[in-house]
């Protein structure tokens, strides 16, 4: 009997190790794996490079207060500087902790400038920012926040659908004590749905408009996921706050929230902290991380290899149209969307040895290692095709 409480419904199954994009249980079968930990192992299981990085830092220090200058975490929060719409960064553990500072920046920011009034955050209902008090009550979501209440103030919600107008009545939800908008730019738990380019320039006018903040939740979509190292990118948006995590560590939790230079200045000592937070371990695998992302080519093959794996997909769904609905996402950020549940499908893909994990709405969410090889494409290809063909 384990001895874990039951929050988690677990599959019947077990790894003793991992290699790249396969996982080796300890039934003795060898497993694709394209949930990589749910968009975390961005380079893939027993990354040699990782590994090196990884113990050498551990011989070295593992973990330092934040009351210290952490040269590892100046060093990362530079290269995030240099490559994105970011001035500074603050390191947490985890994308709930990074969405909560996200939205205390966004408070702090306005308190700064003698508006402590404006404190709401706009969200989408039903979307996913983490498990914490307040990033529960973000999402608004029934289920998630059943019986956790007194229900925590400061969230107002917004539809988000598929038809036009994506956003209805978006403006009268924009109150005087609005103080930004927050949203996923690839709702993944919700079922890898994009905001179009348009809508997220739109939802950009808006905040510029109203002088309220754009906070992008892209701790599942970013870190190359998408294709780009932002999924925002292609729109030419430029957000204020962006919570980050999953794929920045490639397996270590890490965490981290970015902002402008214009938000930054709440910021002051003693505003917001973290015990481990950025410590040197964490940080040098994001270094590590972040040395294969932004390697030249590496995102451009992300793209590349993704569109192979959409045809291929799009070939499967016209074969079974019945059964699938939609391709859909972003990069290597993919859904399967069914026509009906997606529980025995993601079974009948684990007994033919490949690796799914579910999303809302029917979704089957493919979540292969960035640095995923085509062979490995093509043999994802097959199982669900197989699997396509007994259902
Ligand atoms: C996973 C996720 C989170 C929460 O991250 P945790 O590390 O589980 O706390 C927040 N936002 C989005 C969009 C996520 O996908």
């Known amino acids: 009997m384990s001895a874990l409480a039951k929050n988690y419904n677990r599959r019947k199954i077990a790894f003793k190790k991992g290699k790249g994009s396969f996982l080796y249980a300890t039934n003795g079968k060898k497993y694709l794996d ?10 893939g299981h027993a990354n040699p490079y990782l590994i090196k990085a990884i113990n050498k830092q551990a011989n070295k220090v593992w973990h330092v207060s934040n009351a210290f200058i952490i040269p590892e975490g100046e060093k990362l929060a530079k290269r995030i500087k240099q490559k994105t719409f970011a001035d500074y960064v603050i390191f947490q553990n985890s994308g709930t902790e990074a969405t909560e500072a996200a939205i205390k920046v966004a408070r702090r920011y306005f308190y ?23 990033a529960i009550f973000a999402s608004g ?7 956790f209440g ?22 009268s939800k924009i109150k005087k004590n609005t103080a930004a908008i927050m949203v996923e730019t690839i709702m993944g738990e919700g079922g890898i749905k994009s905001i179009p380019d348009k809508c997220l320039k739109y939802l950009r006018k808006i905040c510029n408009e109203k002088k309220i903040l ?7 979509c970013g870190i190359g996921r998408s294709g780009d190292f932002f999924a925002f990118e292609k729109s030419k948006v430029k957000p204020d706050i962006v919570p980050i995590a999953k794929g920045i560590g490639g397996g270590f939790p890490i965490g981290a929230v970015l902002m402008t230079k214009k938000v930054s200045s ?46 291929e997909l799009n070939k499967i769904k016209s074969d079974y149209p019945k059964l699938i609905k939609e391709v859909r996402g972003s990069g290597l950020l993919i859904g399967l969307q069914l026509f009906k549940d997606q529980k025995l499908f993601i079974q009948k893909l684990e007994d033919n040895k490949m690796l799914t994990i579910r999303a809302a709405e029917n979704v089957v969410r493919i979540l292969p290692p960035l640095n995923v090889k085509k062979y490995e494409i093509n043999l994802g290809i097959k199982i669900i095709r197989k699997v396509c063909k007994e259902l």
């Open 112 to 134: 700064s400038k003698g508006k402590p009034y404006k404190n709401r955050i706009l969200c989408i209902k039903n979307s996913f920012h983490g498990r914490t008090i307040a």
């Open 34 to 43: 394209f949930v990589q930990g749910i968009a975390v192992n961005s380079l």
């Open 266 to 311: 709440a910021m002051v000592p003693g505003t917001h902290g973290s015990t481990f937070g950025g410590n040197p371990l964490a940080m040098s695998v994001g270094n590590a991380v972040l040395d294969k992302i932004f390697e030249k080519g590496f995102l451009k093959n992300v793209k590349k290899i993704s569109k192979y794996f959409y045809n």
């Open 150 to 171: 007194p229900k925590v103030p400061g969230f107002d919600h917004i539809e988000f659908r598929k038809f036009k107008p994506r956003f209805p009545n978006i403006r």
């Open 141 to 147: 979501s029934k289920k998630m926040t059943e019986g």
């Open 214 to 220: 754009l906070i992008l939740d892209e701790v599942q």
